[in-house]
């Protein structure tokens, strides 16, 4: 599957749990929505994915990918220590200059 760098860098970055890492792949003023909750900025990113890297130990597999318009969406199985795991959820992702400004996970 032909996934751009910085997909790439995510989905490597989250299967090492490493937070910072992960983090910069996102701009300084992106936003993720996940679980009903919003992270914006860099720093917030870091320390969502590091708290949710603890409670889920979730690492990915790509499926999936395609663009459309400004969005891409990677679809990707994710397994770890959660009920139902793995399950397919969809990364909804918008990329500019190399990094992600948006990211809204969904089941």
Same mark, same amino acid.
């Given at each position: 599957?032909?996934?751009?760098?910085v997909?790439?860098?995510?989905?490597?970055?989250?299967?090492n749990?490493?937070?910072?890492?992960?983090?910069n792949?996102?701009s300084e003023?992106?936003?993720?929505?996940?679980?009903? /909750?919003t992270h914006?900025?860099? &720093?917030?990113?870091e320390?969502? +994915?590091?708290d949710?890297n603890v409670r889920?130990? !979730?690492t990915?597999q790509?499926?999936?990918?395609?663009?459309k318009g400004?969005?891409?969406?990677? /679809?990707?199985e994710?397994?770890? &220590?959660?009920?139902?795991?793995? +399950?397919?959820l969809?990364?909804?992702?918008?990329? !500019?200059?190399?990094?992600?400004?948006?990211?809204?996970i969904?089941?």
């Open positions: 599957m032909n996934l751009p760098k997909v790439s860098d995510l989905v490597e970055t989250q299967n749990f490493d937070s910072v890492a992960y983090a792949c996102f003023t992106a936003v993720v929505y996940d679980e009903g /909750k914006k900025g860099r &720093k917030e990113i320390h969502w +994915i590091a949710a889920y130990h !979730a990915m790509p499926i999936s990918y395609e663009e400004t969005e891409s969406i990677l /679809k990707a994710a397994s770890g &220590k959660f009920d139902g795991s793995p +399950i397919v969809s990364y909804h992702l918008e990329i !500019a200059d190399g990094l992600i400004q948006s990211l809204k969904t089941g």
